[in-house]
């Protein structure tokens, strides 16, 4: 097999001996720090939540780009190279600029999409439109089965 020279392993036919060394037991390796302390676990805590928070404003930023009908495709892809060139600094800079414009369209987008919910629930529903429960109360009016005060009030109702 192999030889021992002066603390070498040699092997036959090997031109490079190697040094024999002890291995370390696994408690001297680390030093005993197997467990972060409390201020860096506090840390890591601080920084995933940032980050997080930076990743949500990132797609935020990219949906209102590509929802906003009035900027051109051009525009749009110059916003999404900043983004993913200096992130942290385009964000900033795209909040600032268009904040207030990404609100609004936010805004907009949340009336159409319960306009929508409305209108779908009252087809479904058949519930009379208010045109239509203004008319009702009209005839009802006309047939003298309520007074004056009450078809203002349905009518206050119907536009409300």
């Known amino acids: 097999m192999g030889r021992i020279e ?16 002890a291995v370390r037991p ?10 972060m ?21 990132l797609f935020q930023i990219i949906s209102d780009l590509l929802r906003d009908k009035a900027l051109g495709g051009g525009v749009k892809a110059l916003w999404i190279l900043c983004l993913f060139v200096a992130p942290f600094i385009s964000a900033l800079i795209y909040v600032i600029m268009r904040g207030k414009g990404m609100a609004l369209r936010s805004e907009m987008r949340v009336r159409e999409s319960v306009e929508e919910a409305e209108n779908y629930i009252r087809e479904v529903a058949g519930a009379p439109t ?24 349905l009518k206050e109702i119907a536009l409300a």
């Open 37 to 57: 302390s409390f201020l860096e676990s506090l840390w890591s805590i601080i920084v995933t939540f940032f980050f997080i928070a930076y990743l949500i404003l």
């Open 6 to 21: 002066n603390g070498v392993v040699v092997l036959p036919g090997d031109q490079f001996p190697c040094r024999m060394t």
């Open 130 to 153: 208010p045109t239509q429960q203004i008319e009702a109360a009209k005839a009802l009016l006309a047939a003298g089965d309520i007074n004056e005060a009450e078809n203002a009030r």
């Open 26 to 35: 696994r408690a001297e390796m680390n030093d005993g720090k197997d467990t």
